[in-house]
DNA sequence: GTAGTTGCAAATCTTTTGCGCGACA
DNA sequence: TGTCGCGCAAAAGATTTGCAACTAC
């Protein structure tokens, strides 16, 4: 992949950024020093740099929202192939706990996904 | 809050389902039962079954895709009130590991995050 | 020239909102 | 009659796509 302004702009933009910003807030960002930059362009260039993993999307989770009636204490396997979200339970996940100190944070919960390739895409695709 | 015939539908459909389904595909679900049934009546309701604590959403994030080109391994704080995410690194939970055990699901990776408010909204706002 | 990249505009999808109607106390 | 919840349609956002122009080899 060849090294363009416009993409070494928002790579640089997202290494300086402490907030993790959606595609929109970059664009805005760079957009005051480089008019000519599209919106689209960020999105293309986004989805170019996550490829190469040199960076990632912030949350693990699908593309629009997913909803749960169960309330026990679990956990969630997240399969990157086809979006899937399924439960499970361990005890050990459920004794790790949000650490004390987090300079003024003030922490309500814990929300662990295991990342992975769900049984049916594992087997199926290579 | 009053109990109707489309509250009641949706909130079955939710405890029923094994996959965390989203609006949209909850609809699709329960539209072949009662075909009077709207899209807008299922988002309204899955709103009001989070505020009720009934439901949850299935992933913490926010609304819009979130990018950090911090590639180190390192942990969330999600801020429920801004939205906000902030980086964090801490040795416990680097350690946490997927459990052997998944019923043919093969763990890529673990993600952490811990929800709460961060330092500036606990100041704030009650 | 060719391949790859950009910006623009349109298209698509998801989610939210405004509003009139009907149900029910 | 007043309140609440519903469905519909429009609106608002977010993301993707098609395409013509441009650049660098």
Excluded: W
């Excluded at 997202?14 to 480089?34: G, N, Q």
């Excluded at 459920?94 to 049916?120: H, K, T």
């Amino acid at each position: 992949m060849s090294v363009t302004p416009q993409r070494m702009a928002i790579y640089r933009a997202l290494l300086e950024a402490e907030d993790h910003p959606s595609p929109d807030t970059l664009y805005r960002r760079i957009h005051r020093k480089m008019p000519s930059l599209s919106l689209a362009t960020v999105y293309k260039t986004l989805d170019a740099l996550c490829a190469l993993g040199l960076v990632q999307e912030a949350s693990v989770g699908s593309e629009t929202k997913r909803y749960d009636a169960n309330l026990e204490r679990h956990h969630h396997l997240v399969c990157t192939e086809c979006g899937g979200i399924m439960d499970f339970y361990d005890r050990a996940l459920d004794a790790v706990a949000p650490p004390r100190r987090l300079s003024g944070f003030v922490a309500q919960g814990i929300s662990i996904q295991v990342v992975g390739r769900c049984a049916e895409c594992a087997r199926t695709r290579s």
